[in-house]
Structure formats: C-alpha cells, structure tokens
T-cell receptor, first 111, second 117 residues
Framework: ELKVEQNPLFLSMQEGKNYTIYCNYS?????LYWYRQDPGKSLESLFV???NGAVKQEGRLMASLDTKARLSTLHITAAVHDLSATYFC???????????WGAGTKLIIKP | GAVVSQHPSRVICKSGTSVKIECRSL??????MFWYRQFPKQSLMLMAT?????????EQGVEKDKFLINHASLTLSTLTVTSAHPEDSSFYIC?????????????FGPGTRLTVT
C-alpha cells in the first residue's frame, strides 16, 4: 500500500527565513505533485515533478524529486506572509491514476 | 490551463434532504473525474472515481447508495448526497484527470461547502 508522509505537519516561521517541507513516499512512483490550499478554498497546483532529479522553481518556492530516495522537498526561500497556507504533496499511483495524499503542512509565516 | 467548475459553491440543507453537486470540465473532456471529501484540518479523502459512461468506483467505507455519482457526459459528473445528515457536512472537491503524452494530471474544482442542519 502506497503511503505518503509529510513533515512537518505544522510550521510557524518568520518572514525572511528559509525552510523545507519534506514528502516521503513508499513506492517507486516517479510522479509527484505539490498543491497549495488556502483556508476555505480548493487546491491550487504548484508543481508537477515527473522524473528523478526534477527541480522546478516558482518565485520563492522550489520543489525537487529524488525517486531513488522516494523523497520530494518543497523549499521556501525568504518567506513572505502571502505564502501562509497548507501545502500538500501527492503521489500518482500507477494502477488507477489516483493520487495518494500527504497529510498536509500548515505553514504560518509571521510578519 | 484546464478549468474545472463546481456548483453550488456553498449549500445548506436540512437533515433528510438530498443535495446534488455538479462538476464540470469547462475547456476539455474528462473521461475520469474524482470526488473528494475534506473535513476541517484534514487531508483530502478520495470518495470515488467517476468514469464516463460506466459505474463509479467507490473507495472502501463510502456508501454508494448514499453518495450517488453520475458521469453522463465527458464534461459533467454529479454527486448526489442522499438523505443528508449533519455528519455529511464537509467540503466536497471534484477533480478531472487530463492525460497527454503518458503524463496525467488532475485539475481541481473550487469545492462545495455542504452544511446539513
């Protein structure tokens, strides 16, 4: 059974700091997704990582995928308050194209 | 990018009544749509996979007679919560799968907040 674990589950940080959210998964999938969810809203796609070594960056966020380690990271650089949200990683399970979700990381960035 | 809409965005209903939620892919055809439920401060829970022209596949623990799914066209799937009870109050989100060149991605609707009184 595919499992996806995120850590930390909760992160409070100051503006201007750097931090990393980790996403570990238990099978050999090479398709991993990062989403952002604001309170009361649906999910916004951030990154789609489709191969080992994939690295994508958008603004202050950078995501990477290491399929050998079964690990993806979401790195936040010089955090700003607007990045406060809950971030989910999800892994695509080959057999039926379903996404298996991490528990989410609630990120609070204090001014 | 692909756009998925949901209607209504918010609904309040009385216990015992039924509520229908629509999920539409606006600028693409989706042979597969997914229905999720999300309780406060929790991750998404997949309820069922909806395939156009065939019966939906429900996840373990999800009552198919209570949560009726109809995927009658390539752009529309509906979820009907029958005989709703307060414990059915939740945030329901649909997504549509797009596949191209061996790559698959899900696009999410804006969600429907259901409150059962």
């Amino acid at each position: 059974e595919l499992k996806v674990e995120q850590n930390p589950l909760f992160l409070s940080m100051q503006e201007g700091k750097n931090y990393t959210i980790y996403c570990n998964y238990s099978t050999t999938s090479d398709r991993l997704y990062w989403y952002r969810q604001d309170p009361g809203k649906s999910l916004e796609s951030l990154f789609v990582l489709l191969s080992n070594g994939a690295v994508k960056q958008e603004g202050r966020l950078m995501a990477s995928l290491d399929t050998k380690a079964r690990l993806s990271t979401l790195h936040i650089t010089a955090a700003v308050h607007d990045l406060s949200a809950t971030y989910f990683c999800a892994v695509d399970e080959d057999s039926n194209y379903q996404l298996i979700w991490g528990a989410g990381t609630k990120l609070i960035i204090k001014p | 990018g692909a756009v998925v809409s949901q209607h209504p965005s918010r609904v309040i209903c009385k216990s015992g009544t039924s509520v229908k939620i629509e999920c539409r892919s606006l600028d693409f055809q989706a042979t597969t749509m997914f229905w999720y439920r999300q309780f406060p401060k929790q991750s998404l829970m997949l309820m069922a996979t909806s395939n156009e022209g065939s019966k939906a596949t429900y996840e373990q623990g999800v009552e198919k007679d209570k949560f009726l799914i109809n995927h009658a066209s390539l752009t529309l799937s509906t979820l009907t919560v029958t005989s709703a009870h307060p414990e059915d109050s939740s945030f329901y989100i649909c997504s549509a799968r797009v596949s191209a060149g061996g790559r698959s991605e899900q696009y999410f609707g804006p969600g429907t907040r259901l409150t059962v009184t």
